[in-house]
């Protein structure tokens, strides 16, 4: 955890995994919530991973409360998301985001979201926004580390 997590004199800090099944249309797919709350359960970061098939997923849903912004939880939820990606076999995630410094910042290549029709056809068409949208995309390639590999 980041430097101004451990130095919180009441914080107590969890991650919590949430794995919640959906069915869309016909098919079955993941998506996993990741919370950093405080010792009084405010949520303080969170983020998701959206699996579309067995090789792609988005990184999806990052948020940081207001008063805990610039201390590295986004990063360190995003890692979170990417290292579960890493450990289900998934090495392409991609996002959507109004916030494109934060991505690039962290190593994410902006991309056309037509790379992604699984994206558009499950959530996209059924979208209000789909035909004004302002969401920009990015996506990596994420590595597997010796260490992860042998887990």
Same mark, same amino acid.
């Given at each position: 955890?980041?430097?101004?997590?451990?130095?919180?004199?009441?914080?107590?800090?969890?991650?919590?995994?949430?794995?919640?099944?959906?069915?869309?249309?016909?098919?079955?797919?993941?998506?996993?919530?990741?919370?950093?709350?405080?010792?009084?359960?405010? %949520? /303080?970061?969170?983020? $998701? @991973?959206?699996?579309?098939?067995?090789?792609?997923?988005?990184?999806?849903?990052?948020? *940081?409360? =207001?008063?805990?912004?610039?201390?590295?939880?986004?990063?360190?939820?995003?890692?979170?998301?990417?290292?579960?990606?890493?450990?289900?076999? %998934? /090495?392409?995630?991609? $996002? @959507?985001?109004?916030?494109?410094?934060?991505?690039?910042?962290?190593?994410?290549?902006? *991309?056309? =979201?037509?790379?992604?029709?699984?994206?558009?056809?499950?959530?996209?068409?059924?979208?209000?926004?789909?035909?004004?949208?302002?969401?920009?995309?990015?996506?990596?390639?994420?590595?597997?580390?010796?260490?992860?590999?042998?887990?």
């Amino acid at each position: 955890m980041s430097e101004w997590v451990n130095e919180l004199p009441f914080a107590w800090l969890l991650i919590a995994v949430l794995a919640l099944s959906y069915i869309a249309a016909t098919a079955v797919y993941t998506r996993v919530m990741m919370l950093i709350v405080d010792r009084r359960g405010r %949520i /303080l970061a969170c983020g $998701a @991973l959206k699996e579309y098939s067995p090789s792609v997923a988005e990184v999806a849903a990052i948020a *940081v409360a =207001r008063e805990a912004q610039g201390n590295g939880l986004g990063k360190e939820i995003v890692a979170a998301v990417e290292e579960l990606a890493t450990k289900r076999g %998934i /090495l392409h995630v991609f $996002a @959507l985001t109004l916030q494109p410094a934060f991505f690039e910042a962290i190593g994410y290549q902006r *991309v056309d =979201r037509a790379r992604y029709p699984e994206k558009i056809r499950r959530d996209c068409l059924g979208c209000a926004r789909r035909f004004a949208c302002d969401e920009i995309c990015f996506a990596k390639e994420l590595r597997v580390d010796a260490k992860l590999a042998a887990a």
